[in-house]
């Protein structure tokens, strides 16, 4: 059965430090997104992307975080100085049309010290 | 805005049971789905229900069901005869059709213990 892979499960770096978050999303889907769960609390909605575009993003999306479709697989979260409150579970989904069931990964535990 | 709302934080059962979990959403659209999420110790999130907001039917698949309530503005989530691997996270989500909202609007989860 197809699913979200993500890479690497774990990162430590330290503050200040670039990062960056990948991703293949299922390969027939159009839609995709990237969520953070910090620990112990719920997840929280940080871009949705589709047609090589974002499409919506919230609060937290600030200039720190980009976004990418290099290729027609990878899906790749950026965040150009990471902070101490960045330390979250990132999770990347997708779907097949904006309003289906969004499949997640498995997540990448990002450590910032 | 979108809202959901899971007030029960933790619920502890012995195996066997049934056990309710609620949810109730918040959202000024018409057209909307809802979403039950399970996050096992393992940490993935894994799909489990979707449903739009012009079908109210109750939903069931094995020994999980969906009470889907318009009225009420209630997706609830019923697990019979639990078992210890049911226990979990479980997370109601909304997604609206207003605008551009293409994304999921969590609660904050209801950790289910189902102990031997």
């Known amino acids: 059965e197809p699913e979200v892979t993500q890479t690497p499960s774990h990162q430590v770096t330290q503050m200040g430090q670039e990062v960056i978050l990948r991703c293949v999303p299922i390969?027939?889907?159009?839609?995709f997104y990237w969520y953070r769960q910090i620990l112990g609390q719920k997840v929280e909605f940080l871009v949705s992307?589709?047609?090589?575009?974002?499409?919506?993003k919230s609060e937290i999306f600030d200039d720190q975080f980009s976004v990418e479709r290099p290729d027609g697989s990878n899906f790749t979260l950026k965040i150009r100085s990471t902070k101490l409150e960045d330390s979250a579970m990132y999770f990347c989904?997708?779907?097949?049309?904006?309003?289906?069931?969004?499949?997640f990964g498995p997540g990448t535990r990002l450590t910032v010290t | 805005a979108q809202k959901v709302t899971q007030a029960q934080t933790e619920i502890s059962v012995v195996e066997k049971e049934d056990v309710t979990l609620d949810c109730v959403y918040e959202?000024?659209?018409?057209?909307?789905?809802l979403f039950w999420y399970k996050q096992p110790p393992s940490g993935e999130l894994v799909f489990l229900i979707r449903?739009?907001?012009?079908?109210?039917q109750n939903e069931i698949s094995g020994r999980y069901s969906w009470n889907f309530q318009k009225s009420t503005s209630s997706f609830n989530f019923t697990i019979t005869a639990s078992q210890v691997v049911d226990s979990a996270v479980y997370f109601c989500?909304?997604?609206?059709?207003?605008?551009?909202?293409?994304?999921?609007?969590f609660g904050k989860g209801t950790l289910l213990t189902v102990n031997p």
């Open positions: 390969s027939n889907h159009l839609y």
């Open positions: 449903r739009n907001s012009f079908d109210e």
């Open positions: 959202t000024r659209d018409t057209t909307y789905y």
């Open positions: 989904a997708s779907s097949v049309d904006r309003a289906y069931e969004q499949y």
């Open positions: 989500a909304l997604s609206a059709l207003g605008g551009s909202n293409y994304k999921l609007t």
């Open positions: 992307f589709y047609n090589n575009e974002i499409s919506e």
